[in-house]
């Protein structure tokens, strides 16, 4: 997480096609635990499309570092679908009470 946003990209790139299936275990591990959706989420955006091409090609070497990533992924998305829908609710909820409030 030291890494600037910015820069992501840069690293990403510079990064060789022998360190891609540890970024992705990295990547996946550090996600799991981590508040930081966004920074990682964009960390795997740009790993997929610099790298991706290359990694869809040899498939079978990152098959499992892939399946970890993408169990994460979907555990943070679930988690993040959670909280909206809570937040939608709540919000629906204080509407409908300011409107009774106003008379509407």
Known sequence: E?????SIGLVVKSIGRQ???QLTQFLS???EDSP?????LQWCLELLQTHG???EKNRGKYLRSFRALFRVVQSRYA?????????????QFLES????????
């Open 2 to 6: 030291d890494t600037p946003y910015e």
């Open 19 to 21: 360190h891609l299936c």
């Open 29 to 31: 591990k550090c996600m």
């Open 36 to 40: 930081h959706v966004e920074y990682y």
């Open 53 to 55: 091409v290359y990694m």
């Open 79 to 91: 988690d993040l679908k959670t909280i909206c829908d809570d937040n939608k609710y709540s919000l």
């Open 97 to 104: 009470q300011a409107n009774l409030l106003l008379g509407e």
